[in-house]
């Protein structure tokens, strides 16, 4: 069984029967190791920074998207993590206008569908990650009916709501958004069964192993490219393929990354 391959385009309509609600898993390392090849021309605090900057375009736009019902975001570190998302959570402009001293800061209508996982450290590395999140995810799919999970990484700048919905309207019980290099995978999508018992293969050449891993279930896996999926930021060279509006948003908040435009 071999992989379709799709270009960017529109969105396909579903197939009857789909699985209504989706919950999103982002793994999500700390904030002072993470970006490690970019130590050349990023200093810890701006790597740091560049983290929970793309983290929280990721899951903003995860939140925004219609048919994502909520995001499971597992990490090492809670508490930036916590720092991280703050935006997507507390409503800044009310709190302000309102917050006493001792009141509690205001929540967006989305804090509600997030939820921030301890990876615990007897679990490590990305696959055990995402595996906690499907677990979190799928935790009352016996009450509340069955999930299609998708996994996002935390690092995609140019990611839109547009591409989201693309993604999950492939009629396929796994997809696979690969990235530029047509290599690896910077997002899942898997339905029931297949959200159950798939193994997850994250790292060199994922692409060919999620598949790989589909053939072994008999399922059908379709791979999708899309300007928004594609491009991850690990490296100077992945900076300089990122579309002008994101180089934009991200320099505002990691500005020596500029310095690199081309």
Do not use: C, Y
Not at 102 to 117: F, H, S
Not at 162 to 177: R, T
């Amino acid at each position: 069984m071999g992989d379709l391959v799709l270009p960017d385009g529109g969105a396909r309509p579903g197939a009857p029967g789909r699985p209504a609600r989706v919950v999103a898993v982002v793994p999500l390392r700390d904030g002072s190791s993470g970006k490690s090849r970019l130590a050349h021309v990023l200093d810890p605090a701006s790597r740091s920074r560049l983290v929970a900057v793309l983290a929280r375009h990721v899951v903003g736009t995860l939140l925004a998207s219609d048919r994502v019902e909520r995001v499971v975001v597992v990490t090492s570190d809670p508490r930036f993590t916590w720092r991280a998302l703050r935006d997507v959570v507390v409503d800044e402009s009310a709190d302000a206008a309102h917050a006493g001293p001792d009141d509690l800061p205001l929540l967006t209508a989305d804090a509600d569908r997030l939820r921030i996982v301890l990876q615990p450290a007897d679990r490590p590395g990305l696959d055990a990650a995402v595996d906690l999140g499907r677990e979190i995810a799928s935790e009352d799919a016996a009450t509340q009916g069955p999930v299609r999970l998708l996994v996002a990484h935390a690092d995609l700048p140019a990611l839109r709501t547009a591409d989201v919905a693309a993604l999950l309207a492939e009629d396929a019980p796994v997809v696979v958004a690969t990235d530029r290099r047509g290599a690896g995978t910077n997002l899942l999508a898997l339905e029931p069964p297949a959200s159950a018992g798939f193994r997850f293969r994250f790292g060199p050449d994922s692409r060919a192993a999620h598949v790989a891993e589909a053939e072994r279930l008999g399922l059908r896996a379709v791979v999708v490219r899309r300007p928004g999926t594609a491009v991850d930021l690990d490296t100077v060279e992945d900076w300089g393929e990122l579309p002008a509006d994101a180089r934009a948003a991200v320099g505002l908040h990691v500005p020596a990354l500029r310095d690199h435009d081309a």
